[in-house]
């Protein structure tokens, strides 16, 4: 699947970037749908002239956070507008934990390209919306959101509460909570794989010679 690019306008990919981790990942699963051409259920549509702009809300210990994007299928972007947390001043970019994650950010940042337009920075990112975050293996996360978009996708075609779905996949509910909200640290990608043949979904695994010297990670779905 060939994902749109994430456009940054403003200061909203710095912004994001001082949010915690967990929280980038809620936010990057929902800007991973909107690559797709989907919309999160967390997704709240806006009024009036910002009809074409919906908004997510995510929480962690340390507050509240919200990000807000549009998706332009016919320009075939992501537009990521702008993103805060709740009653709190602007945060700051957090110090990275290692040398390396921030020369992984920073290679990132540079990558991209970036302009001004009537005064503000736009980035476009790449089609991974976690690397272009700077997070740590950003391949398995944009893997393990497809397969949670999979699970997902599944659970709703067979309208199952999230009750009888954690019955039946042998996950607490707010494991599965976790799950439709996208959040996939705690989960390993065998244990999202194992989730999907329990829905009764087959699992194919492929593998093939790489174009490079290190091969990648595909998510392929069938259609039946």
Same mark, same amino acid.
């Given at each position: ?10 200061? /909203?990919?710095?912004? &994001? %970037?001082?949010?915690?981790? #967990?929280?980038? #990942?809620?936010?990057? !699963?929902? *800007? ?6 989907? &919309?999160? #259920? ?7 002239? *910002? ?5 997510? =809300?995510?929480? #962690? ?7 807000? !994007? ?8 992501? !537009?990521?507008?702008?993103? %805060? ?5 602007? @945060?700051? $970019?957090?110090?990275? /934990? ?42 398995? %996360? ?10 997902? @996708?599944?659970? $709703? %075609?067979? @309208? ?16 599965? /909570?976790?799950? @439709?909200?996208?959040?996939?640290? +705690?989960?390993? =990608?065998?244990?999202? &794989? ?6 009764? $979904?087959?699992?194919?695994?492929? =593998?093939?010679?790489?174009? +490079?010297?290190? +091969? ?9």
């Amino acid at each position: 699947m060939n994902l749109q690019p994430v456009v940054w306008i403003g200061a /909203s990919y710095d912004d &994001l %970037r001082a949010f915690p981790e #967990d929280v980038q #990942d809620d936010f990057g !699963y929902a *800007l991973y749908l909107g690559q797709t051409g989907e &919309l999160s #259920d967390k997704a709240k549509p806006m009024r009036g002239l *910002l009809r074409d702009v919906v908004e997510i =809300v995510a929480s #962690d210990p340390s507050g509240t956070y919200r990000l807000m !994007y549009t998706v332009k299928l016919g320009e075939s972007s992501t !537009y990521c507008t702008h993103s %805060r947390k709740s009653l709190s001043a602007a @945060a700051k $970019r957090p110090k990275p /934990s290692s040398s390396s994650s921030n020369d992984v950010y920073e290679l990132r940042e540079s990558s991209m390209k970036t302009v001004m337009i009537e005064g503000q920075v736009v980035r476009t990112g790449g089609s991974n919306v976690f690397a272009d975050l700077g997070l740590p293996n950003p391949e398995e %996360r944009l893997l393990k959101a497809q397969l949670m978009q999979a699970i997902n @996708a599944e659970i $709703r %075609r067979r @309208a199952l509460t999230q009750d009888q779905a954690s019955e039946l996949v042998g996950l607490k509910q707010p494991e599965l /909570s976790r799950i @439709a909200n996208g959040r996939g640290s +705690g989960f390993s =990608v065998d244990r999202l &794989l194992g989730v999907l043949r329990h829905l009764g $979904r087959d699992v194919e695994i492929v =593998v093939s010679s790489a174009s +490079g010297p290190i +091969g990648e990670l595909r998510f392929r779905e069938l259609t039946k």
